[in-house]
DNA sequence: TACGATTATTTATCGCACGATTTAAGTAGA
DNA sequence: TCTACTTAAATCGTGCGATAAATAATCGTA
């Protein structure tokens, strides 16, 4: 039973799995105040990083498909967020713009990260280094996914 | 822009929602031959470890409330792998116990921990270590959630 | 121009997750 | 003993995220 493989791979994905959650709760009362779901949350940081991209190009960054970014981009749009157009080159393309309510949501998250780090009880290069290994973790999964 | 908080904090969630992800998609395949899905596993994978737990014990082990177990726990039951009975001492509680089916699942989960640390691309130690750390940002964050 | 590839949307399906409330059962106190 | 509090699950309502498969529109090119 000491050796019973099934314990170690469970308690890695368990890790992944329940460290997530942990996460999203205590995000989840601070984005309530924003009106954003994690992953929406996700989006928006990308697109206050670099407006102005693609459905395509937003997917690739968050390894999302566009049938699970189609809708939840129509929801951030419904929400006065963001703004959806055709793309004039290339009309295969939607464009992803952020509203000016967009833009001013940006300030009212800009308190979060303090929040997040206070609440992890380690230092920046700590979660920096962990931050860099779970993510090399996540590059060796999604390389060797058939 | 090189300093902008929002970067750090969004990365290291951003690092496990993708990681967890990755993780989750690695599993669907193994997952969908054993018709579960990666919540269910866990919970199986619990049941296996100690079987006859009640729902309450499982949900503080997974960090699940009972309004998300009961119905998982229904379809682990309609699906034949476990049953549920309420406790005769104090039958507030319900009882969660293998079937044979349930039982015999494990034999064809047992190749899956092999698989997923083949897949990540490093040794078991270096895969515990990290594990350790994720667990311990998890409790951090737990601790410090309203 | 016709064909294959790309981009996004749509459709259908499903399960997870949470909050709030409810029901039932146990527990303790006046 | 009767009441009040607590606990354990289940229920209800709601919504989002996720995927697969099919469709539509456009683009690039042979």
Redesign the interface.
């Known amino acids: 039973m000491k050796d019973?493989?099934?314990?170690?791979?469970?308690?890695?994905?368990?890790?992944?799995?329940?460290?997530?959650?942990?996460?999203n709760?205590?995000?989840k009362?601070m984005l309530d105040e924003l009106n954003l779901t994690?992953?929406q949350y996700?989006v928006m940081?990308t697109l206050?990083?670099e407006d102005g991209q693609t459905v395509g190009g937003i997917g690739e960054k968050?390894?999302l498909e566009s049938s699970t970014l189609t809708p939840l981009l129509k929801r951030l749009e419904a929400a006065g967020f963001i703004q959806r157009t055709r793309s004039k080159e290339d009309e295969r393309q939607v464009l992803i713009r952020l509203t000016s309510e967009g833009v001013a949501l940006?300030k009212k998250?800009?308190g979060?990260?303090?929040c997040?780090?206070?609440?992890?009880?380690?230092t920046?290069s700590e979660?920096?280094r962990?931050?860099a290994?779970?993510?090399r973790?996540?590059e060796?999964?999604?390389?060797?996914?058939?």
Chains 1, 2 share one sequence.
Do not use: G, Q
């Open positions: 019973d493989p099934l314990k170690l791979d469970t308690f890695i994905c368990f890790a992944l799995y329940s460290a997530n959650h942990a996460m709760r205590l995000y009362p994690y992953p996700l940081v206050w990083e968050l390894f940006k998250a800009a979060i990260p303090a997040i780090l206070d609440a992890s009880d380690t920046v979660l920096t962990l931050k290994e779970v993510i973790l996540r060796a999964l999604s390389k060797n996914t058939a």
